[in-house]
């Protein structure tokens, strides 16, 4: 019989909880180094699998993360994509979706796993989460299948789930169990064994790496409230330099109809401003026409993000801005499926 191949992983330390320690005088959490971190964990050399290191010099807290970082995160996974056959990147919590989502579109054609962990509490706390986190995202990460590796995609690993990265969201800032995944299911659960939901798994890719490393923060963010003022309406949709504004909507992508707020959106359409449309709804999807008060916004142009999160639309905006110059062609390609973030239109 062959001899089963060692998989090699590759372990990219950006910061978070997992390797913070509390300062003595203040009592705040503050990121400390990797090979600090690495002496908490003696288990990690221990797995069968090959396992190295890069560390960014200055871990961060997630809340610190900058479209930058992740096109540093990108270009580390491209400058090592061939010699390993899976990527870990330990990562505080708080923005570790935004950080999942973003790098889904960054890499495209993957073929093998990238897989973000973190924990909510420290490494060096005997109760810690992160061991658990870090070790078990390390084995999937070097899951082979016949001599491939078995995941894909970029993943969130996080209290015994492997989830789609963009189809997560942080929603408890309290819990082991501190992302949800509700518009698609989990990839994998971890217990005695590690059981996979194949099904659901992204088939990779045969094309080669293509990694685009241009972002365009020009998003804006306007999130409805019955009572929502004119004035602040069109605060953000003039707001300068803005190319794509996020429009937080209630339930199936429904908004007031008012004269003053439809002349609002349709003025800054005409501007060539691209509006999508995302519900407040964490469940669920944006169906533009289900009501009465989401038909105008689709005649007007305004795009469905359909069941996408909201770090997943934002996310998904700073990369089409940055690839492409026309409203249009942003239109079209934020309304398609491009990595498993949305799941089309049922009607
Ligand atoms: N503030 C931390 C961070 O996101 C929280 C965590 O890691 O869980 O970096």
Redesign the pocket.
């Given at each position: 019989m062959a001899k089963r191949r060692r998989a090699s992983v590759l372990l990219i330390y950006t910061?978070?909880?997992?390797g913070?320690m509390q300062d003595p005088r203040s009592g705040e959490?503050k990121p400390f180094n990797f090979n600090a971190l690495k002496n908490q964990i003696p288990e990690l050399s221990k797995f069968d699998i090959d396992l190295s290191s890069v560390s960014f010099s200055e871990p961060?807290?997630?809340?610190n993360m900058q479209p930058k970082v992740w096109t540093e995160i990108a270009r580390i996974i491209e400058q090592h994509y061939t010699k390993h056959d899976g990527f870990v990147v330990l990562?505080?919590?708080?923005?570790?979706s935004y950080t999942a989502s973003a790098l889904s579109f960054m890499l495209e054609n993957l073929s093998k796993p990238v897989i973000l962990t973190?924990?909510?509490l420290p490494i060096g706390i005997i109760r810690t989460d992160g061991k658990e986190n870090l070790i078990t995202a390390i084995e999937i990460a070097g899951t082979l299948k016949n001599g491939k590796p078995l995941v894909s995609e970029v993943c969130v690993y996080f209290e015994y789930k492997l989830y789609r990265g963009n189809r997560t969201f942080k929603y408890n800032s309290e819990h082991f169990d501190?992302f949800k995944s509700p518009n698609y299911p989990a990839l994998a659960e971890a217990g005695v064994d590690i059981e996979y939901n194949t099904a659901f798994l992204r088939k990779p890719s045969s094309r080669k790496l293509k990694t685009h490393l241009v972002l365009d923060n020009s998003v804006a963010v306007l999130r409805l409230f019955p009572g929502i003022s004119e004035t602040t309406v069109k605060a953000i949709l003039n707001s300068q330099g803005t190319r794509a504004v996020i429009l937080e909507t209630f339930g199936a992508g429904n908004a007031t109809t008012e004269k003053w707020f439809l002349n609002a959106v349709q003025d800054a359409l005409n501007k060539g401003i691209v509006l999508v449309n995302v519900t407040q709804c964490l469940e669920g999807s944006v169906i533009q026409g289900m009501y009465e008060t989401s038909t105008a916004l689709k005649k007007m142009g305004v795009v469905s993000a359909y069941d996408m999160t909201f770090e997943s639309a934002v996310t998904k905006l700073m990369f089409l801005l940055g690839r492409y110059k026309k409203p249009e062609e942003i239109k079209a390609a934020f309304g398609k499926e491009l990595r498993g973030e949305l799941t089309p239109a049922r009607r």
């Open positions: 910061g978070g909880t997992i913070m959490l961060i807290d997630s809340s990562h505080g919590s708080d923005t570790m973190g924990s909510q501190a």
